[in-house]
């Protein structure tokens, strides 16, 4: 089982659609877990740390489900500018950090 | 607002030869990391960097690596005698304790690596 699962998509969507991703892992020592985004050749910027209560930022919520080990970022009334790749990173013990091969989003006009 | 920093944004070297990749974390920031992604494939952590001593390192992160923080400001990355498969886009990131004992990490623009 790879470490940090994710369906790689892609996602099409329309505009203004609510879209959800779900994420893996197989370490349940993991200590914490994040959202990031990927744009095209471009470095991944933060978009959500993913707390055990749960996590939300206007359009965006996360979830984390340590029983299961999954966690879930939910986007809600998509926007053009929402299309990228979403990475899911996991954070073991003692700095090791694991991202997913990430999620595509297409969001469509 | 504070960035990360990394020089330079494109590298070109042959086969065997040493390069070193640098990168100036966000200047309150105490972890630092180095990361690679081959075109097309996933992000891929290196190893990371606190108090001047290497906490964890990945299988990638063999005799041909090194890191340092030679002073204040700089964390570099050195590949000792580079292969073609070392080709790929290296990310430095940095960052604090944040809440709850997470550790947000700020990524630089990466500076893209090709060995010929």
């Known amino acids: 089982r790879k470490e940090v699962e994710q369906d790689p998509g892609p996602f099409n969507v329309p505009e203004g659609a609510t879209v959800a991703f779900n994420c893996t892992y197989s370490?349940?020592?993991?200590?914490?877990f994040f959202w990031y985004r990927q744009d095209c050749r471009k470095e991944p910027k933060l978009l959500m740390s993913v707390y055990s209560s749960g996590n939300e930022d206007g359009r965006f919520t996360a979830q984390l489900n340590r029983a299961s080990q999954y966690i879930s970022l939910l986007i809600r009334d998509s926007k053009l500018s929402d299309s990228a790749t979403y990475l899911c990173v996991v954070h073991g013990s003692y700095q090791k950090v694991t991202f997913g091969i990430g999620t595509k989003l297409q969001v469509i006009p | 607002e504070p960035e990360v920093t990394q020089t330079p944004s494109h590298q070109v070297t042959q086969m065997g030869q040493e390069v070193i990749l640098r990168c100036v974390p966000i200047?309150?920031?105490?972890?630092f990391y180095w990361y690679r992604q081959i075109l097309g494939q996933k992000v891929e952590f290196l190893v990371s960097f606190y108090n001047n001593e290497i906490s964890e390192k990945s299988e990638i992160f063999d005799d041909q690596f090194s890191v340092e923080r030679p002073d204040g400001s700089n964390f570099t990355l050195k590949i000792r005698s580079t292969k073609l498969e070392d080709s790929a886009m290296y990310f430095c990131?940095?960052?604090?304790?944040?809440?709850?004992?997470?550790?947000?990490?700020?990524f630089g623009p990466g500076t893209r690596l090709t060995v010929t």
């Open positions: 200047s309150n920031h105490l972890y």
């Open positions: 990131a940095s960052s604090d304790l944040g809440g709850q004992g997470y550790y947000e990490q700020y």
């Open positions: 370490n349940s020592a993991s200590q914490s």
